[in-house]
């Protein structure tokens, strides 16, 4: 996508490989588990809020700082190698996940993956009802939020595809007293 620093191969804690792979042969056989991206370097974190904050600052130009940060927020976490709140995707216990048929083509999970929209959020087609066009896209958030929780991940509630491991947003939300990974840099 032309984003400065980005890496072409995927890269993610053992761990949390592990649980993908548990993951991955606990669905139905007619679904594959896709990986869109895990470890980010700090610099293409950077990358992606300023571009989304500048995105949004057109889009509301009578929104003050706070309010482009907080929305911005929503969708991208600040880029951090603090090691008290580092961001989700640079310690490599962050992973966005989607599903594909069984000859390999991406299933249609209500929005597209990254899209910073309301139906973006894991649980908004909750409220339609079974018989809905929306149910299949509903069906589906639900069959990959089952397979990642039973696994121990937890899910970031504005995007169906962010799910973490061991970091400090899984720790937040499991109340584990501490994260098991923290940031990580190497080199490529």
Do not use: K
């Amino acid at each position: 996508m032309g984003i400065p620093g980005a890496v072409t191969d995927c890269f993610i804690r053992e761990g949390v490989y592990r649980r993908l792979l548990a993951v991955a042969r606990s669905l139905p056989d007619s679904y594959n588990l896709v990986i869109l991206d895990g470890w980010r370097p700090w610099r293409v974190q950077q990358h992606l809020f300023d571009s989304l904050y500048e995105t949004l600052h057109h889009q509301h130009p009578d929104a003050n700082e706070a309010q482009l940060v907080t929305m911005t927020r929503e969708f991208v976490s600040i880029a951090s190698r603090d090691p008290r709140a580092p961001s989700p995707h640079l310690t490599g216990g962050a992973v966005d996940v989607t599903l594909c048929d069984a000859d390999g083509l991406m299933l249609n999970m209500g929005t597209r993956f990254d899209e910073v929209s309301p139906a973006s959020h894991t649980d908004y087609f909750e409220q339609f009802d079974d018989g809905s066009a929306e149910q299949i896209a509903r069906d589906r958030r639900r069959l990959l939020f089952n397979a990642m929780a039973r696994q121990g991940f937890t899910n970031l509630p504005s995007e169906w595809w962010h799910y973490d491991f061991g970091d400090q947003l899984w720790a937040s939300y499991t109340g584990a007293t501490q994260a098991l990974y923290g940031p990580t840099e190497f080199s490529l």
